[in-house]
């Protein structure tokens, strides 16, 4: 009796690593990039923005040209934890422009559409992280769930 208890056990957890594995996204296994911890900063930054942006550095690591980055993140006012936004404080942003094979570039984002009242203290960046990127030569790569992501607070 014991033998076969034995025997269904092996066998239940050989078909269980099977199915795990079978299903696993090795997508994941590295990104195909480097980025910067984001900033939110607050003041002017003449022909980008009057009052806050975003600013990160992205350095493609990959051997193709990148058209197209996804950002996603969450926005944070600094003394209450809570959002400072009206509705939601999740942000997606597709920034457009080529990147070419082992290039860093800056990419800021404007955020005065969003401000209706100038922060004086920069918001905190929760959960950013390049949710796609789109390749000059029409493949993608995607992180869906935020897998890299920057930190949280």
């Keep these: 009796m014991k033998m076969k208890t034995k025997q269904s056990v092996f066998l239940n957890t050989a078909v269980f690593l099977l199915l795990c594995t079978s299903c696993a996204d090795t997508s994941y296994d590295f990104p195909p990039y480097v980025i910067t911890v984001p900033v939110f900063a607050v003041g002017e930054r003449a022909g980008y923005y009057s009052y806050a942006g975003?600013?990160?550095e992205f350095f493609n690591?990959?051997?193709?040209?990148v058209s197209q980055v996804t950002v996603s993140f969450m926005l944070f006012d600094s003394e209450t934890g809570q959002s400072p936004?009206?509705?939601?404080?999740?942000?997606?942003?597709?920034?457009?422009?080529?990147?070419?094979?082992?290039?860093?570039?800056?990419?800021?984002?404007?955020?005065?559409?969003y401000l209706?009242?100038?922060?004086?203290?920069p918001y905190v960046i929760d959960f950013f992280y390049i949710a796609q990127i789109?390749?000059?030569d029409g493949s993608v790569w995607s992180d869906t769930y935020g897998i890299y992501h920057t930190g949280s607070l």
């Excluded at 690591?61 to 040209?65: D, E, L, R, S, V």
């Excluded at 936004?85 to 559409?113: C, M, Q, R, W, Y």
């Excluded at 209706?116 to 203290?121: I, K, R």
Aim: no cysteine; glycine share 6%.
């Design 61 to 65: 690591t990959t051997a193709k040209n």
């Design 116 to 121: 209706y009242t100038a922060p004086s203290e």
């Design 85 to 113: 936004f009206i509705g939601s404080n999740l942000f997606n942003f597709t920034l457009n422009g080529t990147v070419g094979p082992n290039e860093k570039t800056e990419h800021i984002i404007p955020f005065d559409a």
């Design 134 to 136: 789109v390749y000059a």
């Design 54 to 56: 975003v600013e990160f």
